[in-house]
């Protein structure tokens, strides 16, 4: 049996075996519904995504990723899936506006495998970078006077 998805400009279908994946959507199922409204801060963007993930992780869930990451999340991952489904949500490390939709979806529609996978895909993206270097990647303002700054490195030169 399959499930409609939909958002405010497009309906999705997902096989109902799929949902388990995502508290959010097997709640509403076993409650009877077959049609579901996405809430509106599911990026639509990251919907497709999502249901791959559901797709091939409804049966097998994402193994355990070790924590702290010590090295690339592509190096920790040992399923061809995942490591293929991380390159087409990062395919760009200094572009992470899909992985972060990709992470709210999941975080709204509960699934927590794919949380903690994108989770450590941003760790993956911020692990040995800069504050400079995580401004430019996710749109940061400096928030830092430039007496704050000479503050800061006149601290740091102590070290």
Known sequence: MSITLKTASKSFTIDKKNVKGSQYLSELVEAGE????????????????????????????????????????????????DKNFLKKVIP?????ALLLALVKAANVLAIKDLTQFGAAAIA??????????????????????????????????FC
Do not use: M, Q, Y
């Open 92 to 96: 760009d490390e200094t572009k992470p």
């Open 124 to 157: 993956s993206i911020v692990r040995n970078r800069t504050s400079d270097e995580l401004r430019g990647i996710f749109a940061l303002k400096d928030d830092f006077t430039s007496d704050e700054k000479k503050a800061l490195e006149a601290e740091k030169s």
């Open 34 to 81: 077959s049609e579901i409204t996405l809430p509106s801060d599911v990026p639509e963007v990251s919907v497709d995504l999502v249901l791959e993930w559901l797709g091939e992780h409804s049966e097998v869930p994402l193994p355990r990723i070790e924590r702290p990451l010590t090295k690339p999340l592509a190096e920790v991952l040992a399923k061809e899936f």
